[in-house]
């Protein structure tokens, strides 16, 4: 099976607010692209009327807000007809309403958290929140790993692979969550020097890292990298 590869919305919003235009570009100018994520960058109707684009990937997902996530994880569940997401990501550092999350039958991943974040850090802490919350899939961000413990990259992926559903290859520099501060040309790229800690490939890998607005060819860089080094695998 060929690598599924694609990327977030939240690297490519800032060049325009316009979904439509958004996801039709996305198309034209990476159009082996097989999995995307969606945000809360965009409003429910917004999302919906753009739903037909969405049919294309083989791989949909949604990352919840640190907000009002259940009124999101609401709405998405009664639309899951029309969306057909594989499965919502969440920060679980943000959780406090546990029900919303216990009752959602569209899945949910909760994503181990970078080095600016207090918990969900570690090894033990994801372990133990799965013990839990044993419902609770995986979303394995690499940059956050390999900039805190890149002496367990292959163990996590050993340890967790039954958890994992979606890798993300994030941007490390913390400005990359501050789109207000940061100008258009910025580039937020993921880390590749990590690029070899990734030793799974049967799972989507979404793109995170924030690209200048209307560089198309440093996205197709960014995936034809990826899946090179997937294919690598064995």
Not at 91 to 107: G, L, M, Q, Y
Not at 182 to 207: M, W
Request: net charge positive; proline share 5%.
């Amino acid at each position: 099976m060929k690598p599924i590869i694609g990327f977030s919305l939240n690297g490519l919003y800032r060049w325009s607010k316009d979904l439509d235009f958004l996801l039709k570009n996305l198309r034209q100018n990476v159009p082996a692209a097989q999995a995307i994520e969606l945000s809360h960058h965009w409003t429910l109707k917004e999302i919906l009327k753009n739903a037909r684009h969405l049919k294309r990937y083989r791989f949909r997902s949604f990352h919840l807000p640190k907000k009002n996530y259940p009124q999101w994880i609401k709405d998405l569940n009664q639309h899951q007809r029309q969306l057909n997401l594989n499965h919502l990501v969440i920060h679980p550092n943000v959780i406090k309403n546990w029900a919303a999350i216990i009752e959602s039958k569209i899945p949910i991943a909760a994503e181990n958290m970078d080095k600016y974040k207090k918990k969900f850090k570690t090894m033990a802490e994801m372990a133990k929140l799965f013990r839990q919350r044993p419902a609770l899939k995986l979303c394995l961000d690499i940059n956050h790993l390999a900039t805190q413990f890149p002496g367990q990259m292959a163990f996590w992926q050993k340890k967790f692979k039954k958890q994992i559903k979606e890798i993300h290859l994030s941007a490390i520099n913390r400005n990359y969550y501050s789109f207000a501060k940061q100008p258009k040309h910025a580039l937020c790229l993921f880390d590749k020097n990590i690029l070899k800690g990734l030793k799974i490939k049967d799972r989507p890998v979404i793109l995170e890292g924030a690209v200048p607005a209307g560089r198309w060819d440093l996205a197709k860089k960014e995936f034809a990298l990826v899946n090179a080094h997937l294919k690598t695998l064995k």
